[in-house]
């Protein structure tokens, strides 16, 4: 669709592009990223036309763009920019009608019944239908984004070039430009190419980028690049981290501020308080833990502040866990968006808790364990019910600062430690009399102050992993012989 070779351009005698190649095929959603002045608008200037070429070629379906004619050029491309360069006395209606100029035909430029269906299809998809009659001075700057968007597409272009089209839109009318742009592109092979600052809203919509730096290319190719934070470290200067988005298969970045590098470090011993009734065990941290966790709330990884463990009737048979959850947070005024929460029928009194320091890194551990739902995970043909909420929750505090690999290995090193401790135990599993390796609903929470030394493994050959495991292992057995004669 578009061929660039060798280009070079900008303004005066100083050129701005040095010497970039280019392929856009066609249908495709082409980003070109860059931190300010990196010559993102001049690329684009050379490729619509608006600053003439230094030296190399662009070709658009095989022919030379200069050998274009201004109405053929209207045909094959529209062109979005910041600049507004229509009339503001103008209706909405007259400006997206000034789109179907390169298909009218004689010196009269009469709009035709296409046209007219063109028009309005794009006003109905561009949600601009309704102040059709307004002046264009009238609506407000992310309004007349979509009207211009409107009179883009009332051309039929083949190829759309857009400058930062999501300047002065709110997230709800960002995603709409782009989803819009998305289905033209899906359904109409229409090829994109769009000037983005925003990275994850490029890799979101983008088939390929491009990262533009000091007139060149740093990188070509598809979104994937974009986990490459060491370019993107070099283009913006910023500190980010690449993570992958929870539902598209695409990276999404994640910038630190400085300021948070300059974190207070604080005394882990100092910094929670524990509160006991006899439903309810609180963990109150001072400070955010970054948390790993399986319990009804506050799965997966979040930031929280608050633990809690609460006991339940050996009936509860509720399917409505979260929501009575919540409820019993209420009355305690526990935050429950800052929360992690779990429950269990073994009584709170049997709770143990461990803490350990050594080399510096101070470890907690709080478990109640009950097993009257002891289960073998390997026994797929027995059915094995969770009867009572009777289970093994364990909450891990430590002190350390972890990467997201070693968060899991410290996760498979409590499991490991808490098989042991049930083999051990000689713990069964009643439906198919076998070993049990857990209970049919167990929680196994880890909260990380995330301060001091980046530690890059916990796996079971180092000394941090098997100091979770001996004190998992311990807690866990400990709670389970408390228990075990109730069982
Ligand atoms: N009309 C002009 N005359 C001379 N130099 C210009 C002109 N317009 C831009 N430049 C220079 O060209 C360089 C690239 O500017 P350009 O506008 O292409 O950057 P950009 O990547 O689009 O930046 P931004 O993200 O800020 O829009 C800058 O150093 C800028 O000062």
Redesign the pocket.
């Known amino acids: 669709m578009i061929n660039i070779q060798n280009l070079v351009g ?3 005698h ?1 050129p ?1 592009i040095n010497g970039i190649d280019l392929e856009i095929d066609q249908g495709e959603f082409f980003a070109l990223l ?12 050379l490729i619509t036309g608006q600053l003439p070429i230094k030296s190399g070629k662009i070709l658009m379906s095989g022919e030379e763009i200069q050998s274009l004619s201004k109405i053929e050029k209207a045909k094959k491309m529209a062109v979005l920019t910041q600049e507004v360069k229509v009339s503001f006395d103008y209706t909405v209606e007259e400006i997206i009608s000034l789109g179907r100029y390169p298909h009218q035909k004689g010196f009269f430029k009469q709009i035709s019944n296409k046209d007219r269906k063109v028009i309005d299809e794009v006003m109905e998809i561009t949600k601009t239908s309704d102040f059709r009659k307004t002046q264009f001075r009238k609506i407000s700057g992310g309004e007349r984004q979509r009207v211009l968007l409107a009179k883009a597409l009332a051309q039929e272009p083949e190829i759309l070039l857009l ?2 089209p999501t300047n002065h839109l709110d997230i709800k009318h960002t995603f709409h430009m782009l989803d819009l742009l998305k289905e033209r592109q899906q359904t109409m092979g229409l090829t994109i190419f769009a ?1 983005l ?1 925003d990275l994850n809203v490029a890799s979101l919509y983008a088939d390929r980028i491009a990262l ?1 730096h000091n ?1 060149s290319f740093l990188e070509v190719g598809d979104v994937d690049r974009l986990r490459n934070v060491d370019q993107l470290k070099k283009v913006y200067e910023v500190k980010v981290s690449s993570q992958s988005h929870p539902i598209v298969p695409k990276p999404q970045l994640l910038m630190t501020p400085s300021y948070a590098a300059s974190r207070e470090f604080y005394h882990f011993e100092d910094s929670y308080h524990i509160q006991q009734t006899e439903d309810c065990i609180h963990v109150q941290f001072d400070q955010p833990l970054l948390t790993l966790s399986n319990g009804v709330i506050g799965e997966g990884i979040q930031w929280l502040k608050h633990f809690c463990h609460f006991h339940v009737e050996k009936d509860y048979n509720s399917f409505q866990h979260e929501k009575d959850l919540q409820k019993w947070m209420e009355k305690y005024s526990i935050p429950y968006n800052q929360a992690a929460g779990m429950i269990s029928s073994t009584k709170l009194e049997d709770t143990v808790m461990v803490t350990e320091k050594y080399e510096n890194i101070q470890m907690m551990a709080i478990v109640t364990a009950g097993v009257r739902n002891a289960a073998n995970i390997t026994k797929n043909s027995v059915r094995e019910v969770a009867q009572t909420r009777s289970t093994i929750n364990t909450m891990l505090f430590i002190d350390a600062h972890f990467t997201d690999g070693t968060l899991m290995d410290g996760y498979m090193a409590a499991t490991e430690a808490k098989v042991k401790a049930l083999q051990d135990l000689h713990i069964a599993a009643p439906y198919s009399n076998t070993d049990a390796f857990g209970t049919a609903t167990d929680t196994l929470l880890i909260g990380l102050t995330q301060q001091g030394t980046k530690i890059s493994s916990a796996g079971s050959g180092t000394v941090v992993g098997k100091r979770i495991g001996e004190m998992v292992y311990r807690a866990i057995k400990d709670a389970l012989g408390e228990n075990l004669h109730k069982v």
């Not at 860059?34 to 200037?45: C, E, H, R, V, Y």
Request: glycine letters at 22%.
């Open positions: 900008g303004y005066n100083s701005i860059g931190q300010n002045g990196s010559g993102k608008t001049t690329l684009f200037k400058d930062e000037i600052h533009l007139g």
